[in-house]
């Protein structure tokens, strides 16, 4: 049995709650007088407000087991936040553009961070807080907490209970209330414990049912906390509304998406963007020629309708209540009907996929296939023991196929309630029963960016080792090794000017390229290009957060800057590069050369292959170095500075112009390695915003390098908060004309995502014509994501080779793979007499797939000109008979037939590249 600790200084806080009696019997005595009025307005409407909320969400060591649980939480609740490591927490800085802040069962902070947090309460911020906070601190640090909070965790109850709200009434009868508490949630309890008020101000705002008044919220002007573990195995009803309703007391509206700070791909979080005001823009100010503003001052700021989306996830496309009786409009049931239908299509063909691993090719329907001895291969413990369907399984599919049977003559009665309820219902089904078992086979990129802080956390190759034999357990097989960021290289360079300190004394490219290739793997070097500063690596390091790394600081002219004359980003606190510098160029040329001459590196990644993002429209662009207005000016006569949007043909050419110092970048990194290390592999990470919106934003036309061929593979960041959203963001993304000779790997973003949506956006880009999937980043691979990972696509951590060949290093062998894996899925279908398709029909396909197969396994065996001539002629031609031989199937499975089709096509694009890898470069 846990020890239960007498309360500390208990009498103390019995003489608080006296005198919060007190000032009750004395609110009530002077009501109708100025002392109660000014009383009322101090407690109930606490100040200040904020014209949007911007909520902060502490991470530790200690609440990290429960992290998933609490980010599960947080989504279900629509409330939009940014997740802020604790011992990330060094100075109020830190906190910028975060006006509330939660602290979820943190039981240890140090004296350091708690002066942190009170000068940044000093400020204006807001506390959330709950579980028993600070409880394991040094003294002192309780005692401001306390001062902070307005009260104290005195001891755990026994059992989960039930809070009470109560209200605060405005009149002696309280027939009204100016309570912002929630309604109490009928039969729900939480693990709580007794909270103590710390002041006079402290109000209790709901007690524990059936505990004599026992304190379970206790609010103050400035804090919120809640006598419970916030987000661990309580009522998901009772967390959700008690946050939504601490964050709503302080006013406004809570932001619509997460606020995270403009970094690219897979950076870590640095501060989000402050929101701020500015003067109706003017025109360009001119810009000495000498270069930079003092110091890259900040204090003018961006324009206020600037958003610099560069690490935001695309916000959730629906926000259905279940309770709601509110029309539902057709575009609303539109969305609703394409979510629920698109997400039974990815539960099925997740299924599909789990259970078909172990079939026997065979498409004969007189003698159906059998499960072939699952030798485990690939190392999954769970590769003889796929799901089925039958039980819970069976009930979701039926039950989310009767929801979109009903669910328009449930909008055609007016019944709107019923149709939400049923649709929610029916959603929630399928989330809990989500295949998350049996091996994913066929080959397919399964890429992780592998970033600084945890090569940092690591110390050592022995720590690096334990973090690459996760990775190996999980089936990852790319690994895009964070290189070279904020201006430092992660390994001892004789080009660069500085190793990253916080890995002086070890080389971890090195260690990093060692233990991939023993365990299988292969090893990218993840290098940031244009961006060399960074204000929140200066804060790891301590430095000013003004310093522009060693880069700038030893060649000020190389700098990048703004039509302001600054340098430092104003919004992301970056750095960057004037891409058109020969000199910077030329230096970023050395540090690829370098990283793959020394280094036995298998691929390069740029990242931050751009200009920062701009909005020219609101008179904020960027480009204005002295070797760009320089060339500029030679080339057209106009200094930069002086023209604006209002000049046309020439802004254009502005812009084509610095769009045209990255692509030539990049097509000079391109014959660098091509020419001196043909096997290394090129890939770019970027954004996926429409391509005229990218070029007039960051100048990134990455179509360019595609279709020339001089990139191999694109990862764009599709990062989003729904599945939905992320399909639609992919889907333009993929076409043969865009990509012409490259392969593309979308990518997940873990961090802000719940384990059962993760899952699904992995299968959702499965789904669609890609070579694989990336995942940022290895920090926030949770426990319950390595299980799933080991159990579906795992393999002995020792492996000397891949369970399967990866796209981008055998297109060819991959294509083959891809195809039987097909071909599995339509064998297994036909065996459980779920594949329908008529007799004719299946001989015809049976016929035509066996002959492509014999083709890419040729072309795999050997590949030629002619064996590739010949495939591609068979694809075509089973492609162009697919639809017709799938159309009974199609007419209930619409969403698996159209996957199926989606596969075919990425065959397609395997062998456009595999043409240009295997036999173009011979």
């Known amino acids: 049995m846990q020890q239960i600790n007498k309360p500390e200084q208990l009498p103390d806080a019995c003489s608080q709650v006296q005198k919060i009696r007190f000032f009750t019997f004395l609110q009530r005595v002077l009501i109708g007088t100025l002392a109660s009025t000014l009383l009322n307005l101090f407690i109930l409407f606490p100040s200040p407000s904020f014209a949007e909320v911007v909520l902060g969400v502490v991470r530790s060591s200690e609440n990290s087991p429960d992290w998933v649980k609490i980010t599960t939480r947080l989504w279900e609740s629509g409330i939009a936040y940014k997740p802020i490591n604790l011992e990330e927490i060094k100075n109020a800085a830190d906190l910028a553009g975060v006006n509330v802040l939660f602290l979820p069962n943190i039981e240890t902070l140090t004296p350091a961070q708690i002066k942190v947090l009170e000068a940044w309460a000093s400020q204006g911020g807001r506390l959330i807080a709950s579980g028993p906070v600070g409880r394991s601190s040094p003294a002192l640090v309780r005692q401001s907490l306390r001062s902070l909070l307005g009260a104290y965790w005195a001891f755990p109850l026994t059992q989960p209970a039930t809070p009470q709200p109560r209200s605060r009434c405005r009149d002696l009868a309280c027939t009204t209330s100016s309570s912002w508490v929630p309604p109490e949630q009928k039969n729900a309890s939480v693990q709580g ?31 919120t906390y809640l006598g419970w573990r916030w987000g661990s195995d309580g009522s998901a009803n009772v967390d959700k509304a008690w ?77 259905v209540q279940a309770n709601s009786n509110k029309p539902i409009v057709s575009i609303e049931a539109y969305l609703m009907r394409q979510e629920l239908t698109n997400l039974l299509g990815r539960f099925e063909s997740a299924l599909t996929a789990a259970n078909s691993a172990n ?29 089925v369907l039958q039980g819970a399984t069976a009930r979701a599919i039926a039950q989310a196929r009767q929801v979109l049977q009903t669910f328009d003559q449930l909008l055609q009665e007016q019944n709107y309630a019923e149709a939400r309820k049923q649709w929610v219902e029916a959603r929630q089904l399928l989330w809990q029963n989500y295949p998350k078992e049996g091996q994913r086979v066929g080959a397919e990129i399964r890429a992780v960016w592998l970033d600084r802080g945890t090569i940092v956390a690591a110390r050592s190759e022995q720590g690096l080792a334990a973090v690459f034999d996760r990775l190996a357990a999980a089936g990852i097989n790319t690994v895009f090794f964070e290189t070279l960021n904020a201006g430092y290289t992660i390994y001892p360079s004789q080009v660069a000017p500085q190793q990253n300190p916080l890995t002086v004394g070890w080389d971890p490219l090195a260690s990093a390229v060692k233990l991939a290739h023993e365990r299988g793997m292969e090893l990218h070097a993840w290098v940031w290009v244009f961006a060399t500063g960074n204000k929140r690596h200066n804060t790891l390091i301590g430095k000013p957060s003004s310093y522009p790394g060693p880069v700038l600081s030893a060649h000020p002219q190389w700098a990048n800057i703004d039509n302001k004359g600054r340098t430092q980003h104003p919004n992301d606190g970056k750095f960057y590069l004037d891409p058109a510098n020969p000199e910077a160029r030329n230096y970023v040329l050395q540090i690829v050369s370098e990283i793959a001459n020394n280094y036995k590196v298998d ?51 502005w812009v084509e112009f610095k769009t045209n110092q990255i692509n030539t970048f990049v097509a000079e990194v391109s014959q660098l390695l091509r020419q001196n290390y043909p096997r290394t592999i090129l890939s770019v990470a970027v954004f996926p915003h429409p391509e005229s919106q990218r070029i007039y934003k960051i100048q990134q036309n990455w179509e360019v390098w595609a279709r020339q061929g001089i990139v191999d593979l694109i990862v764009p960041m599709t990062y989003a908060l729904d599945t939905n959203r992320l399909q639609r963001i992919t889907e333009p993304l993929v076409k043969e004309q865009i990509l012409g000779s490259a392969l593309i790997s979308p990518s997940v973003k873990l961090l802000t995502l719940p384990e059962v949506v993760a899952i699904d956006q992995i299968q959702a880009l499965r789904d669609l014509p890609t070579g694989g999937y990336a995942i940022f980043a290895v920090e926030s691979i949770s426990s319950a994501m390595q299980g799933f990972f080991n159990r579906t696509q795992g393999r002995p951590v020792r492996s000397t080779s891949a369970a399967e060949p990866i796209p981008y290093r055998q297109p060819f062998a991959a294509a083959a793979s891809r195809y039987t894996a097909l071909k599995q899925e339509w064998s297994f279908l036909l065996a459980n007499n779920q594949l329908r398709v008529s007799e ?26 002619e064996s590739l001539a010949t495939a591609k002629r068979l694809l075509r031609s089973f492609q162009s008979q697919f639809q017709s031989s799938m159309r009974l199937h199609s007419a209930e499975n619409s969403y698996q037939v159209q996957t199926w089709q989606n596969r075919l096509e990425s065959l397609d694009m395997l062998l456009r590249y595999g043409e240009r890898m295997e036999l173009n470069r011979r």
């Open 193 to 223: 414990g007794v909270l103590i008020p710390a002041d006079a101000n402290s109000q209790t705002i709901a007690t524990w049912k059936d505990s004599s008044g026992s304190s379970a919220a206790i609010a103050t002007d400035r804090a």
């Open 243 to 319: 946050l939504q309703a601490s964050i709503a007391r302080w006013g406004g509206t809570i932001a619509s998406q997460p606020v995270a700070p403009p970094t690219a791909a897979a950076t870590p979080l640095p501060n989000p963007p402050s929101r701020v005001t500015r003067n109706t823009p003017g025109s360009p100010r001119s810009i000495p020629l000498s270069g930079l503003s003092p110091s890259g001052a900040l204090s003018d700021p961006v324009p206020a309708t600037f958003t610099d989306p560069s690490d935001q996830s695309a916000p959730a496309g629906l926000d």
């Open 359 to 387: 079939t026997a090719v065979n498409l004969n329907a007189a003698t159906p296939p059998q499960l072939v001895a699952a030798s485990n291969s690939a190392g999954g413990p769970a590769a003889s023991r796929p799901p």
């Open 603 to 653: 691929g390069v990644q740029l990242d931050y292959i751009r200009y920062p993002f701009q909005d020219d429209n609101a008179n904020f662009t960027y480009g204005y170095g002295i070797a760009a207005r320089q060339q500029f000016r030679q080339l057209t006569g106009a200094d930069p500075v002086n023209i604006s949007p209002r000049d046309g043909s020439l802004w254009r050419q």
């Open 840 to 865: 004719s029909e299946l001989k015809v396909l049976e016929s035509r797939s066996d002959e492509l197969a014999q083709a890419l396994s040729k072309l795999a065996a050997n590949p030629s000109t």
